[in-house]
């Protein structure tokens, strides 16, 4: 495959992701979630990500999650300790309701718009980096 074919499918896979995200972004299941992420300890990681993310004793470290989409796992991370706290995502439209969840669970982390397989080389360094079920293809 050519770095052109998959700058391609990239690009049709984040047209496909914003065309989506209106979707995500009202009804029920999203005022369920704006609910959730106002409540102190908010966390929607399964409890064996939990397991594992506390025998790695992340509290007090950074964390980056790639593929984040509306920030519910990286705010996650917070109720571990962890922070600060970076969420990167190709879709400006998941990103800023990242933002609008963010702001209703009273954090800060920086959501940065970015292909994955394109990223600035100044993000720094993290301790944590974290990839969740349906991002890499
Ligand atoms: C299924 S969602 C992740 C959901 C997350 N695991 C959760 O449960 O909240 C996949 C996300 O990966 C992002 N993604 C996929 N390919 C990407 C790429 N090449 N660069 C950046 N983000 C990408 C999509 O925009 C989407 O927001």
Redesign the pocket.
């Known amino acids: 495959m050519t770095s052109e074919s998959i700058f391609a499918y990239?690009q049709a896979?984040?047209a496909a992701?914003?065309a989506s995200a209106h979707l995500h972004g009202q009804g029920a299941s999203w005022d369920r979630l704006l609910l959730a992420a106002a409540q102190p300890g908010f966390n929607?990681l399964d409890d064996c990500l939990i397991s594992t993310l506390r025998e790695l004793a992340i509290a007090g470290r950074s964390a980056v999650q790639?593929?984040?989409?509306?920030a519910?796992?990286l705010l996650s991370l917070a109720a571990l300790g962890a922070q600060p706290l970076l969420g990167?995502?190709?879709?400006s439209a998941?990103l800023a309701q990242g933002a609008v969840l963010s702001d209703r669970a009273g954090l800060h982390p920086r959501l940065l718009e970015?292909?994955?397989?394109q990223l600035p080389s100044d993000l720094g360094q993290h301790d944590l980096a974290l990839i969740?079920?349906?991002?890499?293809?």
């Open positions: 990239t896979n984040k992701w914003n929607v790639i593929g984040c989409n509306n519910r796992e990167i995502d190709q879709s998941f970015a292909n994955i397989y969740t079920i349906g991002v890499a293809n």
